[in-house]
């Protein structure tokens, strides 16, 4: 996300929208009564009475819309801005819906940006032109590749073979071994040309043969590949490499891969009982007591009142905040936990007397 202009006395903001990720932190920074501008096609209404409204021509236009609803589409990576129109040459009052995509500029008018919607600003612009990151969970039958950049995590392929057993005879089980590793090697191969990074995961030892293969098929693909164990391949395997911390350095820099670390330290901080507070009653707690580090809230409890009042806390504290999306499967997690939780500098209750802990 890159900031052409900002207005200070107006709070109007112009953002250049370069990815994904940005697709989502402008889905969650609009809120319904924002003005919202950006260029996009209308039919013209000076256009012949007799000539059917379809068939129209359209006419390119800069409009600004008062937001009522938000739509962000992942699947598709477009965000959806729908209200009446408040400034354009023409129907003046009349809905529009602006359709957002990677690379387009976006005004929004926000005269007082609350703690969070100030979070996910700063994020946008710090990790301006995030690294696409190629991730392959990989064992025999069973794979899975995905691209990260920032917050956006891209199934790229699911590759599911049957493998004949070693008591076939023939020589089959290696045939279909060679065929399926090379198979893999080409997809890595291809998709690794334009990553910053490759990991390359897995139960066994196949990783290692598909790394001899990279070698030889493309060494500058090789030169940016790491070798990592999980104890699962396939999707759930790149999910594992998320929330274990062992990929931090073939990751570095994917915002995705932070937010399955963090929300794991929480999980991990409650199993020891000491170092996490969840939910908003101990959240509020240990941010009053100057003992959160970092809070972690679900993009779900952006626009509420009561979460707003500890995140404000919070960063008076200094403590860092951090919003997750629900969507994801960290997010799935930290809902479960009531959408808002503390990693701790220390365990506040021990110097402030007993307090029910969680049973």
Known sequence: MRLIHQDPSTGRLRLRLDTASDLWRIARLVRRGDLVGASTTRRDPEAPADVPGAERSRRRVYLEVRAEAVEFHGFTQHVRITGPIVTGPFDIGRHHTLDLEEGEEVTLAKPKLTVGERALLT?????????????????WGDSALARIRGRAVEPVAEVRRTIAGKQYDGGQSEKDRATYAAELVDLIVREGRTAAAVAVAGPGFLKERLAEGIRAADPSVAAKMKL????EAGRAGIDELFRSGRAAEALRGAVAAEEADLVERLVQGLAGGTRSAVGLAEVTEAVDAGAAETVLLSDRLLTDPAAQSVVERAQEARAR???????????????????????????????????????
Do not use: C, N
């Open 123 to 139: 994020e946008g612009l710090q990790h301006h032109g995030d690294p696409t990151i190629l991730v392959a969970a990989v064992d």
């Open 228 to 231: 990592m164990p999980t104890s």
């Open 321 to 359: 905040l951090f919003v997750v999306r629900e969507e994801s499967d960290a997010g799935r997690r930290l809902a479960a936990l009531g959408r808002i939780g503390a990693l701790l500098r220390y365990d506040w209750t021990r110097s402030t007397g007993p307090v029910a802990r969680r049973g």
